[in-house]
Nanobody, 128 residues
Framework: QVQLVESGGGSVQAGGSLNLSCTAS????????MGWFRQAPGKEREGVAM???????FYADSVKGRFTISQDNAKNTVHLQMNSLEPEDTAVYYC??????????????????????WGQGTQVTVSS
């Protein structure tokens, strides 16, 4: 079992920036991949960005070029720098830890591994 503690989020105007952070309780195979999913009201949860411990990163098409995921393996922490935020980015953002991750060319969406753990979620609100 991996415990995830999130920080960051909040409210910002369109074009602004926010940073999210997530720290895992330990470094195990269960959190070989870490990253972020989000869920907007009335919509399905979707992957935003994931990174593997070896440094590989994956992004949703909608955030490429605007969001950057980074990791500090020594601290079991991942950061999501969100720039040029748009009202469409408004959602609850969930930290994710998983045994695997990648980008599916079939669904054009991020995928996670067989075991996935979730943080409690943090609200990001972007006003126009």
């Amino acid at each position: 079992q991996v415990q995830l503690v999130e920080s960051g989020g909040g409210s910002v105007q369109a074009g602004g920036s926010l940073n999210l952070s997530c720290t895992a309780s330990a470094a195990t195979y269960s959190n070989r991949c870490m990253g972020w999913f989000r869920q907007a009201p009335g919509k399905e949860r979707e992957g935003v960005a994931m990174t593997e411990r070896d440094g590989s990163s994956f992004y949703a098409d909608s955030v490429k070029g605007r969001f950057t995921i980074s990791q500090d393996n020594a601290k079991n922490t991942v950061h999501l720098q969100m720039n040029s935020l748009e009202p469409e980015d408004t959602a609850v953002y969930y930290c994710v830890a998983s045994t695997g991750c990648g980008y599916s060319m079939t669904t054009r969406a991020l995928r996670t591994g067989s075991a996935t753990y979730w943080g409690q979620g943090t609200q990001v609100t972007v006003s126009s």
